[in-house]
């Protein structure tokens, strides 16, 4: 059984960084991406970054207002996904999901392509 835990949400005043990490359990090892997702309130779940793990060095992906913010990484070792979250904006407030799959997409960013989900740990950007 999988399970992911999502940690490392906070409120933060804008300019600010944060990390956010989740950690994998369970048959972790044929996961073919890993992302995060986020949701506002009213809003639909948007995908923000992901990266290709199966191997080490997979590509990367961002939405088009992270990019260059924000940055997906994968402790193989841990087993624990990263998402480094710097210059933060008011508008990047949400809780923040962590997703795996197992198998191939052409659509990392897509929230519904994604299997297992954590539970989510909410990040609040204060201007």
């Known amino acids: 059984q999988v399970q992911l835990v999502e940690s490392g949400g906070t409120s933060v005043q804008a300019g600010g960084s944060l990390r956010l990490s989740c950690a994998a359990s369970?048959?972790?090892?044929?996961?073919?991406?890993m992302g995060w997702f986020r949701q506002a309130p009213g809003k639909e779940r948007e995908g923000v970054a992901a990266i290709y793990t199966a191997f080490a060095g997979g590509r990367t992906y961002y939405r088009d207002s992270v990019e260059g913010r924000f940055t997906v990484s994968r402790d193989r070792a841990t087993n624990t996904l990263f998402l480094q979250m710097n210059n933060l904006k008011p508008e990047d407030t949400a809780m923040y999901y962590c997703a795996a799959k197992y198998y191939a997409t052409r659509s990392p960013l897509v929230s519904s392509e994604y299997e297992y989900w954590g539970q989510g740990t909410q990040v609040t950007v204060s201007s």
């Open positions: 369970g048959y972790t090892n044929n996961f073919s991406y």
